[in-house]
């Protein structure tokens, strides 16, 4: 007879004098417990032992349990710069999580590419950067390699890379004395016309600026007559 947890492969019958009969004793835990007892020979012996004590410990299943979490959405961000979010990696599960490498789509990367993450709640944080080169919209997965044996190892991620501002340039001035401030496109439009001082209208050749901008020329003392301008076209303000 064997106690709990244990079996064996053998059930009984006739041992010669001076024989022996081997027995596989198999020890399978369904709890993470101690397991202990007496495993008992049942014969017609006239003496001897016929018993023999037994062991062993039942251990959790190893888990390694990964998580993600972190906006990874960038937003839009210029041309041939670069901008940073947190990705967090968790392991609830109750083994250490080995982590052998990280992949990223185009136009993103991260500042660690793999180790081991504690088990029980452990965490490693990732520092992951998009830096667009070119004006378009990026996308794809991040996916975490690793020993995982459930839970979720991939994140969307996204971003827009858009055009870097071309500056404003003023050539042909006249009369060339009046004072003109280099801006860019974007800057506010009473700056840029107030370089004019309210004095005669000056005509110049535009380059860089973007199509549909718009500009006023001061009249008294409102800004008005409204001037929509177009890439590298003379216009009089």
Request: aromatic share 8%; with cysteine; glycine share 12%.
């Amino acid at each position: 007879s064997y106690p709990s947890g244990f079996s064996g492969n053998w059930s009984g019958s006739s041992i010669n004098a001076g024989g022996s009969q081997a027995v596989t004793v198999t020890f399978a835990p369904t709890a993470a417990t101690i397991y202990n007892g007496t495993i008992t020979v049942n014969s017609d012996k006239t003496s001897g032992t016929n018993t023999i004590s037994a062991s062993g410990t039942g251990t959790a299943t190893p888990t390694r349990v990964i998580g993600l979490s972190g906006d990874m959405n960038f937003g839009n961000v210029q041309v041939n710069t670069s901008t940073t979010q947190t990705l967090t990696i968790s392991n609830t599960g109750n083994s250490t999580l080995n982590v052998s490498s990280i992949s990223y789509p185009s136009g993103f990367s991260g500042n660690w590419s793999g180790g081991s993450i504690s088990a029980n709640g452990g965490s490693q944080a990732v520092t992951v950067t998009f830096a667009p080169t070119a004006a378009t919209t990026y996308n794809g997965t991040i996916t975490i390699n690793s020993d995982k044996t459930s839970g979720t190892n991939t994140m969307a991620c996204s971003g827009t890379g858009t055009a870097t501002p071309t500056p404003l340039s003023f050539t042909n001035l006249t009369p060339s004395a009046i004072p003109i401030t280099t801006a860019p496109y974007d800057a506010t439009l009473s700056a840029v016309g107030a370089n004019f001082n309210n004095v005669n209208r000056v005509t110049f050749a535009w380059t860089g600026a973007a199509v549909g901008s718009d500009f006023w020329d001061k009249g008294g003392s409102d800004w008005n007559n409204k001037v929509t301008v177009n890439s590298d076209t003379s216009m009089t303000l």
